[in-house]
């Protein structure tokens, strides 16, 4: 089991960034796959992006492409978000997840591990 802890979160206006950190402890990060979702008030939990073990592969879902950064330093055992040009719809609580297969999944129910969450609010 990896503790994940997410932090950076806070309120923006449009067009601003923010960078979200996952710090992890437990087993062995650099063996997992870590991921990004968020949550929306009244939605369900969306797939953001998602890093593999080795940082070999990441992949973005197609309304943050070009936009949002996901990298990990496996040894401070923590992933990033880096989310630039951010839109008021970006608005809502970010979770990382990791997943122990170690490749690309885009699903929730494929994670094992999920942190607290951070808000994430954009001004227009």
């Known amino acids: 089991q990896v503790q994940l802890v997410e932090s950076g979160g806070g309120l923006v206006q449009a067009g601003g960034s923010l960078r979200l950190s996952c710090a992890a402890s437990?087993?062995?990060?650099?063996?997992?796959?870590m991921g990004w979702f968020r949550q929306a008030p009244g939605k369900e939990r969306e797939f953001v992006a998602v890093?593999?073990?080795?940082?070999?592969?990441?992949y973005y879902v197609d309304s943050v492409k070009g936009r949002f950064t996901i990298s990990r330093d496996n040894a401070k055992n923590t992933v990033y978000l880096q989310m630039n040009s951010l839109k008021p719809e970006d608005t809502a609580i970010y979770y990382c997840?990791?997943?122990?297969?170690?490749?690309?999944?885009?699903?929730?129910?494929?994670?094992?591990?999920w942190g607290q969450g951070t808000q994430v609010t954009v001004s227009s």
């Open positions: 437990g087993r062995t990060f650099a063996d997992y796959a």
């Open positions: 890093i593999t073990w080795g940082s070999s592969s990441t």
């Open positions: 997840a990791a997943n122990k297969y170690g490749g690309v999944r885009t699903l929730a129910r494929q994670y094992d591990d």
